[in-house]
C-alpha cells in the first residue's frame, strides 16, 4: 500500500510527500456499554489507511482517493465542506483542529485503506486518525494524543452525521502492537494488557457473514432509553447510580416489579458485561484465555436473547464455532448483521475455517469472508 500511495502522489503531485497510517481495530468484549459508562476492551490491527501528504502553501487541499480513483479540492473555511462522502472526514478534521488552535493550511494528499468494508472494524476511524496524527505533526499544533482521538470523534458527529462513542478514535491512535486497551468509557482512563494469543496456541479471526439487515425502528436509541430508564428508576433507592455500570444485579432485583421486562432485559445484559470485560482482563493476567473464550460466548448470547441486537446468520456463525471446538466466539459490533470475532486453538484452525464456510454456504446461499486479526500499533509516521 506504501508503494502504491507514494506512486500516485508522484504522478499527481509530485515529490516530497510524508507517508501516515493509522489502523482499524477490534473489539474483543465490551459491546453496549459505553453509553452505560462501562469499559470497552478494543485492540488496533494490522489493516488502516495509510496517507501521503505534503504541504502545498496554498490554503487549499487536493485530495485524491486511490481505492475510489475520485479527486477533490475544497478550501478550509466551513462553507467550503466538500459533496464527495470521503472527502468530508478529511476536511472535517482539519476544521476540528483548527476549532482546538490549529493553524491548518493547505495540503496535496493521496490515501488508500486495506480495512475490510462492512466488518466493523472502523475504517472511517482509521481515516480520522491518519490525518488528525499527520497534520498535528506537519503543523506543529502540539495537540495530546486524547485529543486527536476527539477529533476524531467530533469529525463524525459534527461533518459526517455520525453520533459515535470514543472507542474506534480512541483504538486507532493508542494502538499497542501486542497489547489490548481497557478504556473507561466514563473516565477516559485506559490501560494496556499483553494479548499474545498465537504465543499459547491460539489465533483471533473474524467471521464476516456479509450479511446487514435493514432496520425499520432506531434499536439503538431504543437500547439506550432502556437503560436510561431503568437507571431513573434505581436513582430513588441508589442516588449514587448514575449510569448502569455503577449498578449490580442485586440493584436490579429491586427494581425488577417495577420495570418492563424489556427494559429488565436489557439492564441484566449491561450490568454482566460490564463485569465480562473486568473479568477478561483478569483472566488475561493468567494467560488463562478459556477463561476469555466462555465470556465471549456469554456476551454472544447475552447479546442475542437480553439485548436482542443479534440476528440468525450471527446465531449461525456463533453455533458452528462451538459445535467445531472454537474456544470463544461472539458478534462484534452493534448487531443486527456484521461480523464474529472468534478465538480460535490453532490445531483447530484449519477445520473451523472450512466447516463455517461450507454450512454458512449451503444456509445461506453465500460464504462468510475470513480475516486473521493481528494486533499492531496505532497512529503513526511511517519512514
Not at 30 to 54: C, L, M, Q, S
Not at 150 to 170: A, L, P
Not at 249 to 254: D, G, Q, R, V, W
Request: aromatic residues 10%; glycine residues 10%.
Amino acid at each position: 500500500m506504501k508503494q502504491k500511495v507514494s506512486k500516485k502522489f508522484e504522478e499527481l503531485y509530485g515529490e516530497g510527500a510524508q507517508l501516515f497510517t493509522s489502523p482499524g481495530r477490534i473489539n474483543l468484549i465490551g459491546e453496549h456499554t459505553d453509553y452505560n459508562g462501562g469499559f470497552v476492551f478494543p485492540g488496533a490491527v494490522d489493516k488502516g489507511i495509510v496517507a501521503a501528504i505534503r504541504l502545498n502553501g496554498t490554503d487549499r487541499v487536493n485530495a485524491y482517493a486511490l481505492d475510489l480513483g475520485e479527486q477533490t479540492s475544497f478550501g478550509l473555511n466551513e462553507e467550503d465542506k466538500p459533496s464527495e462522502g470521503w472527502a468530508c472526514y478529511i476536511f472535517g478534521v482539519c476544521r476540528e483542529m483548527q476549532k482546538r488552535g490549529g493553524k491548518i493550511g493547505g495540503f496535496d494528499t493521496v490515501f488508500s485503506g486495506d480495512v475490510p468494508l462492512g466488518a466493523g472494524m472502523s475504517s472511517s476511524a482509521a481515516l480520522e486518525s491518519t490525518y488528525a496524527y499527520a497534520l498535528n505533526e506537519l503543523f506543529h499544533c502540539n495537540i495530546d494524543k486524547f485529543e486527536l482521538a476527539k477529533v476524531g470523534q467530533s469529525t463524525e458527529h459534527n461533518y459526517c452525521g455520525v453520533n459515535c462513542g470514543i472507542m474506534d478514535q480512541f483504538a486507532s491512535v493508542f494502538g499497542k502492537a501486542g497489547c489490548l486497551m481497557r478504556l473507561d468509557c466514563r473516565s477516559l482512563e485506559y490501560v494496556y494488557f499483553p494479548f499474545d494469543p498465537e504465543a499459547h496456541g491460539y489465533k483471533l479471526l473474524l467471521v464476516d457473514s456479509r450479511v446487514k439487515h435493514e432496520l425499520v425502528d432506531s434499536p439503538y436509541n431504543k437500547r439506550r432509553q432502556s437503560c436510561e430508564r431503568v437507571v431513573a428508576t434505581m436513582q430513588k433507592k441508589h442516588p449514587h447510580v448514575q449510569f448502569l455500570r455503577d449498578a449490580d444485579l442485586t440493584m436490579l432485583e429491586e427494581v425488577a416489579p417495577e420495570l418492563s421486562q424489556e427494559d429488565y432485559k436489557r439492564a441484566r445484559f449491561v450490568i454482566g458485561e460490564v463485569r465480562r470485560v473486568l473479568d477478561v482482563c483478569d483472566a488475561l493476567e493468567r494467560n488463562d484465555y478459556e477463561t476469555v473464550g466462555k465470556k465471549m460466548y456469554e456476551t454472544h448470547w447475552g447479546l442475542s436473547k437480553d439485548y436482542e441486537v443479534s440476528c440468525v446468520e450471527l446465531d449461525f456463525l456463533a453455533e458452528v464455532a462451538k459445535a467445531c471446538g472454537v474456544t470463544g466466539s461472539r458478534i462484534m459490533g452493534g448487531g443486527f448483521g456484521g461480523c464474529t470475532i472468534n478465538l480460535v486453538k490453532k490445531e483447530l484452525y484449519d477445520d473451523f475455517v472450512a466447516t463455517v464456510k461450507s454450512k454458512f454456504a449451503a444456509e445461506y446461499g453465500h460464504e462468510p469472508k475470513i480475516y486473521d486479526v493481528v494486533i499492531s500499533d496505532g497512529s503513526r509516521r511511517l519512514e
